[in-house]
């Protein structure tokens, strides 16, 4: 028995002894350096790629059977590019591995990676081949294998899983990794483009499957070029890792990445991203929390979960916080319009929830913060590949007005330049050929109004109310507007708001199925103020009063002289106790007068406006032109009745008003009042919108006064002169023998 305990203690020490003596003198032995050739032959049968190794390689056992791999200088180059510059280049590459715990318990150690220098040029040439498709690699004859027929059927057998393997998934343990000047690079010759991962640098603490640990790296992203924009983001990323192999689950906690930004024209800026990661591959879930983007004191921020990513499920809320978005453009030097109002976009804030898949989004509690104004929301999206909306929105107020921009001035010219240029465009009419401005004016006019493609798309319903709103100055309340589109079948009903102690309702139909859209037009204006409104607008009370007015409007076309041209339609319009300020019905009349007698102007109020009790006017629309026979106006002072068109094609109007003064309005010191009730006064509106004319046919007027004053005279001193025994016909015939006199001096 103590013979055979000596001969197996023996038999341990010898095949320690040489088991610890392959350790030592294997790697002396086994010079890995000896096959560098053999490994470059097989790499080029293989791939098509050389492989030079001018470093050495460095293999290492250690009784624990740590297996220690260094690779110094490699370089990878592609057979069909002539330049010389490596595909691939590195300076060191080390590993160290256990291969007991693989052996025992199916667990793979790695106790080390590390990774230097490492170089990568991607090159798409001008024909478009890329260096990294190699040549066809080349092929040896091999003996024959047997066909499955041929093959042992105990070969063909799966392996038998023994009791210590079934159910065991593989784990991983890596220890530091250490990786160092990495660059990729990657230039496309045909597009002139280079974009660059430059100096990539990554460490990891010890790696454990299911245990956390830290990563951080920092890379540094270019790109430039010809036909690319020189663009430079510095990055630094520091996150905790978590993953499971076997629950095949993947956790990224504490994401913190920044990332300095620098493009030419614009200034240095930074971006941020924090937030937490998780990942289920088996599930295919993944769960973003407390996710926040940020630059500056912009923020975005989201929690999100996402099921089953191959056919998504997704809920999850979306905030903004308030910040100012007009500093933001300007410290990043992004464009913006120069707004006439200094608060424009200095508040702003939004904040939602969604929930949805690929079918169907759907965006609820939508908060927006916009200089002041609130607005709270709804919105559904249905099958984003064919996509119908539903938008709801509700504002406390909107100032539109806040928004306006600033018009960039035009220099002004010389008076010999615009002397000149006078002279440009009268030859130019002379010639037949239209002036520069004209054309463009001609050309802007021949743009769509209608983007008819995009909306014979287009799906929608929208619901929006506004308690108060200012538009081009003036003020609304209640606003409400609806709209809907489907097949090229918009409507726009109603749209409904208050507005100076009056109300306005309008029902829009766009049909744009056709060649030619088709545009209905259906409006009411019930007791509007429209003094204050055009106070509002413009500036000026041009026209003071209550306006009632209805349209009823049908157009076809797709720019606006089609639309003014095929115009066809009826209009009725109401103006109580109105004045329209560029309307001097008296002040004409008297001037008038005082130019046919010879006499002096009449000193009258400047700019005396004609006011009256109520303006009536029906009319009809017809290719454009707007016609009316039935325009009525009364005051204490004035009757007034007219009719004519108004030429919305060619902006011609053209009036013709007659005007009764019902009582005596000028006083003369011999005669007293100047009577003018007794005659009609023709007084004419006429002219380009730019340049209308006002003017009054006063003469057959006096004519006849003149002609009654004096018939009243003679009348009485031809009574004077008569006996009281003549006979009333004689007296009839002096009187027509008068007429027919006055008639001879004054004309017809």
């Known amino acids: 028995m103590k013979r055979l305990i000596k001969w197996a203690g023996g038999i341990l020490v010898v095949c320690g002894t040489v088991f610890l003596g392959l350790i030592i003198v294997l790697p002396m032995v086994l010079d890995p350096n000896d096959y560098k050739d053999k490994i ?44 010389g510059i490596p595909l691939l280049s590195s300076e060191e590459v080390q590993v160290e591995l256990s291969l007991l715990p693989l052996i025992k318990d199916k667990r793979l150690v790695v106790q080390g990676v590390q990774l230097h220098g490492v170089y990568c040029s991607l090159v798409r040439d001008t024909s478009g081949r890329g260096n990294w498709e190699a040549a066809a690699p080349v092929t040896t004859e091999v003996a024959s294998s047997p066909t499955t027929e041929e093959k042992n059927p105990v070969d063909s057998a799966p392996p038998v899983q023994g009791k210590d393997t079934v159910g065991k998934s593989p784990t991983l343990e890596l220890g530091a990794v250490d990786i160092s000047r990495l660059t990729l ?7 002139k483009k280079i974009y660059e991962v430059k100096n990539l640098s990554l460490q990891t603490g010890h790696v454990l499957d299911g245990q956390s640990f830290h990563l951080q790296s920092k890379f540094l992203i270019t790109s430039s070029g010809k036909n690319n924009s020189a663009l430079s983001l510095d990055n630094s990323l520091d996150t905790d890792i978590t993953f499971i192999l076997s629950g095949k689950t993947l956790q990224l906690d504490n994401i913190a990445f920044h990332s300095s930004v620098k493009a030419l024209g614009l200034p240095d800026s930074s971006v941020e991203f924090a937030g937490n990661l998780f ?40 905030l903004v916080p308030e910040f100012s978005l007009a500093a933001f453009l300007t410290e990043n030097k992004l464009p913006q319009p120069v707004w006439k109002n200094d608060s ?55 100032d539109f007005d806040s928004y306006a921009t600033v018009v960039p001035e035009i220099e002004s010219v010389s008076t010999d330049d615009t002397q000149e240029d006078a002279q440009v465009k009268e030859s130019g009419k002379e010639s037949g050929k239209e002036s520069g401005a004209v054309a463009v004016k001609k050309a802007s006019s ?49 749209f409904q708001a208050k507005l100076y102690d009056g109300s306005i309702t309008a029902a829009v139909n766009l049909n744009v199925q056709g060649k030619l859209p088709d545009l209905s037009v259906k409006g009411n204006i019930d007791h509007v103020q429209i003094g204050p409104l055009l106070n509002d607008m413009t500036g000026k009370e041009e026209v003071t009063g209550a306006a009632v007015l209805s349209l009823d409007l049908t157009t076809k076309g797709n720019v606006k002289e089609q639309l003014i041209r095929h115009s066809n339609g009826k209009m009725e ?22 130019i046919y007698e010879k ?68 006083r003369d010191l011999k005669s007293g009042k100047s009577e003018y009730s007794k005659f009609v006064i023709p007084y004419r509106i006429k002219g380009e919108f730019s340049d209308v004319k006002q003017e009054a046919d006063v003469v057959e007027l006096f004519k006849a006064e003149a002609s009654s004053l004096l018939m009243n005279e003679l009348q009485k001193q031809f009574k004077t002169d008569k ?25 017809n």
């Open 344 to 398: 424009a976009l200095q508040q702003v804030g939004f904040s939602c929830e969604f929930a949805g898949s690929m079918e169907e989004i759907a965006v609820s509690s939508i908060d927006v913060l916009l200089d002041g104004a609130h607005g709270t929301g709804n919105f559904v999206l249905v099958d984003p590949s064919n996509p119908a909306y539903d938008f709801t929105m509700h504002f406390d107020r909107l």
């Open 599 to 666: 006499q002096p102007l009449v000193q009258t109020a400047k700019d005396e406006p004609t006011g009256f009790a109520r303006i009536d006017a029906i009319g009809t629309i017809k290719d454009g032109v707007f016609e009316n026979t039935d325009l009525k106006a009364e005051s204490d002072l004035l009757k007034v009745t007219g009719a004519g068109k108004v030429d919305l094609v060619h902006e011609y109007i053209d009036y013709l008003l007659k005007v009764s003064v019902l009582r005596g309005v000028d």
């Open 723 to 747: 006996t009281d025994g003549e006979e009333n016909g004689e007296e009839d015939s002096s009187k027509s023998l008068i007429e027919k006199g006055l008639k001879g001096l004054f004309g």
């Open 446 to 494: 021949l743009e769509p109004v209608f983007p008819v493609e995009s909306l014979r798309k287009l799906q929608f319903t929208i619901d929006l109310s506004v308690d108060a709103m200012k538009l081009k100055g003036a003020d609304l309340s209640q606003v409400e507007l609806k709209a809907s589109g489907k097949d090229g079948q918009l409507q726009l009903q109603p």
């Open 279 to 318: 990942v289920d591959l088996e599930k295919k879930n993944v769960s973003l929390k407390e996710l926040q983007l940020s630059s500056g004191d912009m923020a975005i921020r989201l929690d999100a979960e996402i099921s089953d990513y191959s056919a998504p499920v997704f809920k999850g809320k979306l």
């Open 185 to 191: 690079r990657y230039e496309d010759q045909q597009e």
């Open 573 to 594: 319009l109401a103006l109580q106790n109105g004045v329209v300020k560029k309307l001097h019905i008296l002040e004409v009349v008297r001037q008038a007068k005082a």
């Open 40 to 83: 470059s032959d097989q790499v080029y049968k293989q791939s098509g790629f050389r492989l030079e190794i001018p470093g050495d390689i460095t293999l290492q056992i250690s009784p624990r059977l740590d297996v220690l791999f260094s690779l110094g200088q490699i370089q990878v180059l592609s057979t069909l590019d002539s330049s």
